[in-house]
């Protein structure tokens, strides 16, 4: 029992250790695409995050598909799962935003930092248990 419990940790620190770049690279995506169409394309806060966010996404999805998670999950099986995990996740980004932006009146880049960091922690959690499955 202990052999197993160990693979099992093993296995999730692998996991975890492969979501922090997949997440940095698509935090990155995120982070660049927003700023640059609010920045660039005056593109205002919300819809420029929104944009940003389903590009982080795609990133995201396939990233963790392929590396993360190594997931014998087909497409029609983990995509809308994920979806609805990405969305919720959007909803709580969002929330942030709008907070800090609109209710506290910070600027749109003090916003986007802690909307990019809250979400990370739940998404890994349920990828990992409801999106993604593992090979055995």
Not at 35 to 50: E, Q, T
Request: with cysteine; charged share 5%.
């Amino acid at each position: 029992a202990c052999g197993c419990r160990k693979a099992a940790m093993n296995a999730v620190a692998t996991q975890a250790a492969r979501f922090l770049p997949v997440g940095g690279i698509a935090t990155a995506v995120h982070l660049v695409t927003a700023l640059g169409l609010h920045h660039f394309v005056r593109m205002p806060p919300h819809p420029s995050n929104l944009v940003a966010f389903l590009v982080a996404c795609c990133v995201s999805y396939f990233g963790n598909w392929l590396w993360t998670f190594g997931s014998v999950s087909d497409h029609g099986y983990a995509l809308p799962r994920f979806i609805i995990v990405a969305v919720s996740g959007f909803c709580v980004n969002q929330l942030v935003v709008f907070l800090i932006v609109d209710i506290l009146h910070h600027p749109f880049w003090i916003a986007i930092i802690p909307a990019v960091a809250v979400v990370p922690a739940v998404t890994f959690w349920l990828n990992r248990t409801k999106v993604f499955l593992a090979r055995n």
